[in-house]
């Protein structure tokens, strides 16, 4: 049997500078590369470089498109195709770049032919695997990160962006301005329409017999129609009503309804009749211009009612003077008092200063901010009237812009919070909502990491500006976790009612009887009954009855100091209103979530 020819051995010629380049390429890149030998006579010759080590490589050249010819005689006329006959694989051991090029290593046929058939396929096909492999690998990588960053940047940055107003009196750095952003105040809701007719008044055997602001003289009937507020229903329909999130609402401001909560949650005609004697003496002590000043004495003719206040602010002033008539059911619209109302709301509004943060109506102090915005909420809750919407609007606005951003508020916007000032902003915020403006939901949010970082480890008590046992931001804490969706039986809040119980109603301190009071009537229950027997005989015992001074109070304490008579005649009045002034949080469900 005759032999099979031989493959003839050729040598490509040196290689280009060019594939020197592609060598380099290789050498860092470490993967296959296959590029063509310019030098070798037949272009269809490829190199094949397979990285072996950092500094050295495998070279091999095949032509695949040529057939296994055998060596022609010398003298044939074929001599030609020698060059053109397929020569044999070969490895070349390309130098190190910079070094002396050294010999190439050449294999004979026999031991090409010696090989296992297995080796014969790595060294023709192994470079392509490795090649292709390694190629897979690093295209899925780049996909995968790719990937990554389109879903990303598709939904953009985790938590609530925050927008600051520039921060005084503190050593944080101030906001950046391009982190700005104004929130839509458009609301497309439709507001409530105003009650143009006056309804009858309402009396009740078994409820104290006040006259209704809003009383008809002619006993006929009227035909109202009802507001989304202001509607026609039981006392036990607005009870139960208070499991969803629309508890502590307006519903109760209604004459009608004043006078049936008032008998069903433990007022009486004495409590009553202390209210209307509070809001005569602030009728008596409203400025020309429907202001009113802490320091009451100012701007009023002859006052000679002592203990005056020490703060100079208006705003804030006015509005805690304008609260107590709001809650209980009067308006610049409707009842006896609705000059007044309008005077004061015409000067709150005329003092806003609109900035791009928002209608600014601090003068001074966060304190002014947050009760004038509640002022402004709820005159355009309860009246619907569209010429204070934007007013109401732009004072949320800065409220929201001034938190900082572990959800506090103190005195300066921007500032770290302390637990009395975020309390007027957070009860803002929530008279927002009840009147259909826009509150941000991160700043809600946030205002919970605030309550989170001053309260103790057992979630019962908290301190002014860090955790502690405080009663008085223990008392405003509370009613803030009410609203912000604790549930009533929750075991923290349980904790806290029982706290505030026994400590009792201040004989002093009037700022904690407020949020107390609030927090308890909420609650409801025997403690609730006990805390209301107390707190109510005890004020309409000690306002006073006679002289310029009538139908006012003042306890000396560290808020009576700084807000003097004004400030204490407000709150004292607004403590006697809380049966109708909010209504109740909870029914027998607790509420889920308030805002």
Known sequence: MPKKPRKKISRCKKPTKLQDAACLIVRHAFFMRRVFCRSCPDT???????????NRFILLTHNRAMPHNPSPPHNSSDAGMQELAEPPVQYLVAPPIGRPTSPPVVVSDEELERRPLWQSVQSRFAGDAISGFISLVVHTIVLIILALVAIVDEIGPRGPELVVAPIRDTDEPEPSDSRIVLPDVSVAAEQPQVIEAKPLEVRLPDAPNVDSPFASPAATVIEVRPTELFHDTTVAELLEATNTPSGGGFEGRTQEQRARLVAARGGTQASEAAVERGLAWLVAHQRQDGSWRLNHQEGVGNCNCPHPGKVGTSTGATALGLLPFLGAGYTHQQGKHKETVDRALYYLTGRMIDTARGGDLQEGTMYSQGIAAIALCEAFAMTGDEDLRPYAQKAIDFIVHAQHPRGGWRYHPGAPGDTTVTGWQVMALKSARMAGLFVPSPTTELAK??????????????????????????????????????????????????FLANQGPSTSDMYFNYYAT???HHHHGSDWERWNIRMRDFLVARQSSSGHTKGSWFFTDRHGEAGGRLYTTAICTMILEVYYRHMPLYGEEAVEDAF
């Not at 269809?44 to 950092?54: D, E, H, Q």
Request: charged share 20%.
């Open 44 to 54: 269809r010759n490829l190199y094949f470089l397979g990285a072996l080590r950092p």
């Open 449 to 498: 990491d605030y309550l989170d970082s001053v309260q103790d480890p057992g979630g019962v008590f908290y301190g002014y500006l860090k955790p502690g046992k405080d009663s008085g931001a223990t008392s405003v804490a509370t009613l803030l976790r009410m609203y912000l969706g604790w549930q009533r039986y929750d075991s923290r809040l349980q904790g806290a009612y029982a």
């Open 518 to 520: 609030q927090v308890l």
